[in-house]
T-cell receptor
Framework: RKEVEQDPGPFNVPEGATVAFNCTYS??????FFWYRQDCRKEPKLLMS???SGNEDGRFTAQLNRASQYISLLIRDSKLSDSATYLC????????????FGSGTQLTVLP | NAGVTQTPKFQVLKTGQSMTLQCAQD?????MYWYRQDPGMGLRLIYY???????DKGEVPNGYNVSRLNKREFSLRLESAAPSQTSVYFC???????????FGNGTRLTVT
């Protein structure tokens, strides 16, 4: 089993739709969680950290479920500019990887 | 703010050639990282430096060496390039090891 797994998609949704991505992680001792976005052929950029109590930033909501070992990202009222690949990232101080990146979920928002 | 600056942006090497990828950050971060990204593989950690003067192997260190020259700079060296090292390389920095990372623009390396 991969340490961090994401559905690669692609997810094709119309503008204004709500879309959710899940990410599962294998190490129950993982300590920190993040969502990044990566535009085509560009560097990854932090979208938001994920806190135990869940957190929201505008149209974006992140949730952490430690019992089931997954994190989620919800995008409401999606915009064309949300089209990107979304990377789930998990930090484990005991891992040689330190921060482990998922392979990403590709989202295309259609007009 | 420059953030994380990587050079060069593009490079083509022949098998067996050597080169050094340069990375500098101006955010006074302690931790710096080198990743490679290949299609379908996600980002894989090559080496990291938790603080000035220390370096550690990541997931895929073979064929690479690094130098943390000072707090700002972290270079990646390919001593004898191989076609399997064709990839996009990203340098990143973070305040601490569990902090979010700031990435450079990437270096697209092709080894023929």
């Amino acid at each position: 089993r991969k340490e961090v797994e994401q559905d690669p998609g692609p997810f094709n949704v119309p503008e204004g739709a709500t879309v959710a991505f899940n990410c599962t992680y294998s190490n129950s001792a993982s300590q920190s969680f993040f969502w990044y976005r990566q535009d085509c052929r560009k560097e990854p950029k932090l979208l938001m950290s994920v806190y135990s109590s869940g957190n929201e930033d505008g149209r974006f909501t992140a949730q952490l479920n430690r019992a089931s070992q997954y994190i989620s990202l919800l995008i409401r009222d999606s915009k064309l500019s949300d089209s990107a690949t979304y990377l789930c990232v998990v930090y484990d101080s005991g891992s040689a990887r330190q921060l482990t990146f998922g392979s990403g979920t590709q989202l295309t928002v259609l007009p | 703010n420059a953030g994380v600056t990587q050079t060069p942006k593009f490079q083509v090497l022949k098998t067996g050639q050597s080169m050094t990828l340069q990375c500098a950050q101006d955010m006074n971060h302690n931790s710096m990282y080198w990743y490679r990204q290949d299609p379908g593989m996600g980002l894989r950690l090559i080496y990291y430096s938790a603080s000035e003067g220390t370096t550690d192997k990541g997931e895929v260190p073979n064929g690479y060496n690094v130098s943390r020259l000072n707090k700002r700079e972290f270079s990646l060296r390919l001593e004898s390039a191989a076609p399997s090292q064709t990839s996009v390389y990203f340098c990143a920095s973070g305040e601490t090891r569990d902090s979010p990372l700031h990435f450079g623009n990437g270096t697209r390396l092709t080894v023929t």
